[in-house]
């Protein structure tokens, strides 16, 4: 069953459609969210939040659009406004179990341990962003949005994604280490 099938399901008062869309998505949107707010417990309410907007909303949803982005761009948006609502970032040496059990994949031992080490390094990194930074890159990372899904899912004016997603790269770049290499997605 695709998206669509699913939203209108839940349009109709079917909520096994909410069931379907929560299978697919709620993972990694809580992990989206997580690398956003830097606590896992406040990332599950987000998303526990954005699917009961969903709901509550669901017959505003315009059927024309992707469902996907617009799932993620209200995760982010509820991310930010949570960070912002509590000015306090968490210590990712704090965190380490969690962020081990939401970002471990890895193939073989050796590989393993270097994606380990290349996890703590970003990670770290990204907790010097500010919270905007954070999302837009794991908007564009992570969830894999194109600049115009995220210009949609922000609400934001293209100029400003581009900016944002490159003061965020430029950050990133310095903090860990590497001036001198530029990888644009």
Known sequence: MDDLQAVRRIKDGDLGGLEILMER????AVRAAFLILHDESAAQDV????????????HQFDESRAFEPYFFGSVIHAS???????????????????IEHLLDRAVSV?????????????????????????AAIVQRYYLEMSE??????????????????????????????????SNDG
């Open 47 to 58: 998303v526990q939040e954005a699917f009961i907007r969903i709901c509550q909303r669901i």
């Open 148 to 181: 115009k899904e995220m210009t949609l899912a922000l609400d934001a004016a293209p100029g400003t994604v581009k900016w944002l997603l490159n003061a965020a790269r430029e950050r990133l770049s310095r903090l860990l280490g590497r001036k001198g290499e």
């Open 80 to 98: 930010l406004n949570t960070a912002r609502g509590n000015h306090k970032f968490v210590s990712l040496d704090e965190k380490s179990e969690e």
């Open 25 to 28: 998505y709620q993972v990694r």
């Open 110 to 134: 050796e590989s393993q341990v270097e994606f380990s080490q290349l996890q703590h390094e970003i990670l770290a990194a990204l907790s010097e962003l500010s919270p905007r930074q954070r």
